[in-house]
């Protein structure tokens, strides 16, 4: 991974292209966020801005994708769909300027933009273990995406650090969906040894957790310590509010439109992996 090279200067007069995004508008709940910024950065250069809706859907994905290539977009900022690689492949192998956003893969050939997720979410778990935590458990993400793995590496780096053992049946996968983050924190409080704290992989996921907490009568901060990944409104605003890691999406936005700048004016330069640092959130979800 690279650092970000300094700031685009912006041409004046401006030089005007044709931006395509493409992402799931309704997937998650900072799309309407990060648009925004890919918006304001875009008009800031002169540029267009087509949206084209992938659903979070790989076939859905390619179709609009190649909807975009048929309009003659200069270039794409993508939000990559889970489970398949073959429309980023694609996109490399015919030149296309591309850069991902969010969902940073495993890959050098291609401009990306992301949070870091290895030591951010060991400060997590390092939180929690600070509050004399010792069962410590993971709802970790779906096993397919890159991010998700990464996560999982940052809370064992967590335990590692503080000298913990991993223990494999502390960890459950909640698919990266709400619901199947409810079954994977019932599996774990029903399991043995049962958590005393949690740690949430996506904010998706902790829609799951909140409800099978309540569900249970359990008392989130006091009776069982939750924390997450990911910024949404409503984690500050439920009683207790949740303890997160808050990624910087607009900045994504911001940085994803230079980087495809970037590309499109020098389409030979060695492509540059982004990672911007998270804000912890404090909220009293964690207990303290």
């Known amino acids: 991974m690279t650092a970000l090279s300094p700031e685009l200067r912006f041409w004046d007069p401006p030089v005007t292209y044709r931006i395509g995004v493409a992402m799931g508008a309704q997937a998650h709940p900072y799309s309407g966020e990060l648009l925004r910024s890919i918006r304001a950065a875009a008009a800031q250069a002169g540029c267009d801005v087509t949206l084209a809706d992938t659903g979070d859907s790989v076939s859905e994905e390619a179709a609009v994708v190649r909807a975009l290539r048929a309009d003659l977009v200069d270039g794409v900022l993508l939000v990559p769909t889970p489970g398949d690689e073959a429309v980023v492949n694609g996109l490399v192998r015919m030149g296309v300027p591309t850069v991902l956003m969010d969902r940073v893969a495993?890959?050098?050939?291609?401009?990306?933009?992301?949070?870091?997720?290895?030591?951010?979410?060991?400060?997590?778990?390092?939180?929690?273990?600070?509050?004399?935590?010792?069962?410590?458990?993971?709802?970790?993400?779906?096993?397919?995406?890159?991010?998700?793995?990464?996560?999982?590496?940052?809370?064992?780096?967590?335990?590692?650090?503080?000298?913990?053992?991993?223990?494999?049946?502390?960890?459950?996968?909640?698919?990266?969906?709400?619901?199947?983050?409810?079954?994977?924190?019932?599996?774990?409080?029903?399991?043995?040894?049962?958590?005393?704290?949690?740690?949430?992989?996506?904010?998706?996921?902790?829609?799951?957790v909140q409800y099978e907490a309540h569900r249970r009568g359990i008392r989130i901060g006091s009776?069982?310590?939750?924390?997450?990944?990911?910024?949404?409104?409503?984690?500050?605003?439920?009683?207790?509010?949740?303890?997160?890691?808050?990624?910087p999406i607009a900045d994504i936005g911001r940085r994803a439109v230079q980087l495809l700048l970037s590309r499109m004016a020098d389409p030979d330069r060695p492509p540059e992996s982004v990672l911007l640092t998270p804000r912890f959130l404090h909220g009293a979800s964690c207990g303290c």
């Open 106 to 208: 495993a890959r050098n050939d291609v401009d990306q933009v992301g949070t870091e997720s290895v030591h951010s979410m060991s400060t997590l778990v390092k939180h929690l273990i600070e509050r004399r935590h010792r069962k410590i458990g993971l709802i970790s993400g779906d096993d397919g995406q890159d991010v998700s793995r990464e996560r999982v590496r940052g809370y064992r780096l967590g335990l590692e650090q503080s000298g913990l053992r991993w223990n494999r049946e502390l960890v459950e996968s909640g698919l990266s969906t709400s619901g199947g983050a409810a079954r994977a924190t019932a599996k774990l409080l029903d399991g043995w040894p049962s958590p005393t704290a949690l740690v949430v992989a996506d904010e998706a996921m902790l829609v799951g």
């Open 223 to 247: 009776e069982l310590a939750v924390v997450g990944y990911g910024d949404m409104d409503w984690a500050r605003r439920v009683s207790p509010a949740v303890t997160t890691l808050v990624q």
